[in-house]
């Protein structure tokens, strides 16, 4: 797959062809290839008579306790919240903290070295991206975790398979569930879909569930009513006598559930409206413009101050990162509206007030080989993870293993992290939740100190 001075291989597509989505189930599955998460989950949406919901709920529970479920979650607005950010197609780890105090990183990169970027303050040798200044800004605050070689052993350089491992959080092509998906099982409640939010349109494989909900849409607002032919003045009016079927009262079993239904679907569309246009307040730090990911990053940011009651957030961050040629072209503006809208995000919680309850992980499936092939790099091993927050520890978690003994036989970065002990430091330190719940073989891996 091509695009502007950008190549995109073949497996990396079929990866993103691959996810759950929304309606449309899931494909066959390529012998030899894993079993994605999310893989058997039944979609059950919110319909009332010819008005359809953009809301798709996954999982289990039965329609007429959410109203009252996301009620009484909302009231417990003092929960913690994980938001997590993927960077799909492997980012270059060497790029976005690029080593230019390493003797051999010119060699490996004589074309493709990166230049003008401040010192990351913990280790000399590397240097942020100029395009994620606005990172390197936050971790000077001590809001940044940073994870310079994060990964597994043995890795798996198919898009595919090491997206699923991270998905599922551990190396196992069997499992069917994401990590925060069993946590929400265990965790979570039979009524509350917004516990797990994926903001890509379809079911991100991370918070597959067996039997809760989760519920997936495009943006807080793209949550709507639709009815072909009515819209404006009249619309309006039509939203307003369906949400008032809420309150009727009925000894009719079927009537009453219709009515909670109902009910729940009007409040949610009340609570999301304000998204469709603007956010309900315009924060300090204006969002990057023209691109979808800033946009919804802004539209969590509000849902959260308004307090609904979310727990676990997905989304995809801007850009595309599967750069086997044109590297610079599609890397460098991909990093920058990233880094300018994950910087806009936490300033406009911090102004919410509502800073403190909220860590975003930032992550890709792997990085790339260290040296370049002309005008681009080939799938690595070890990547670059962020935690970002104000409760965020701040420190570096894992050394940068250096050019010259940092890298295994395939000429890849090796890990110096391991991405299963940062799930289980985010379960026990952050959502107060044993790791071995979730985590398989959980007591193998290091927990670093993530939150402080």
Known sequence: MTGPGRIVCDECTRAEALRAVAGRGLPAIEPGMPVPAGTGLTRRGFVVRSAGLALAVYGAGRLGLFDEGIAAAAAQRSSKILVTVFMGGGADSLSLLYPEGDPLYH?????LAVDGGTQFSEDARLYWHPGLAPLAQLHAEGKVTVFPSIGYDHPDQSHFTSRHFWEVGATDTRLLTGWLGRYLDAAGTNDNPLQGLSLTGSLSPALATARVPVAAIDGPGQYDFWVPGVWGTVETRMLDALGALGSVRSSDPSFRT?????????TLRRQLEPFAKDPPTKPATPYPTGDSFPQQ?????????AGLPLRCVALDASGAYDTHAGQVAALDPALQMTGASLYAFQRDLEERGVADR????????FGRRAKENGSGTDHGAAGTAFLIG??????????????ANGLDDDGNLKPTADFRGVYGALLEQWLSFDAARVIPDAKKFQRPTLVK
Do not use: D, H, N, Y
């Open 358 to 365: 909220v860590l975003t992980l930032v992550w890709s499936e």
């Open 258 to 266: 219709a009515a909670r239904v109902t009910a729940q679907s009007s």
């Open 390 to 403: 104000t409760r965020a520890a701040g420190t570096q978690v894992g050394e940068f293993p250096g050019l």
């Open 107 to 111: 060699q490996l990169r004589p074309t």
């Open 297 to 305: 990053l802004a539209g969590v940011a509000a849902m959260i101050g």
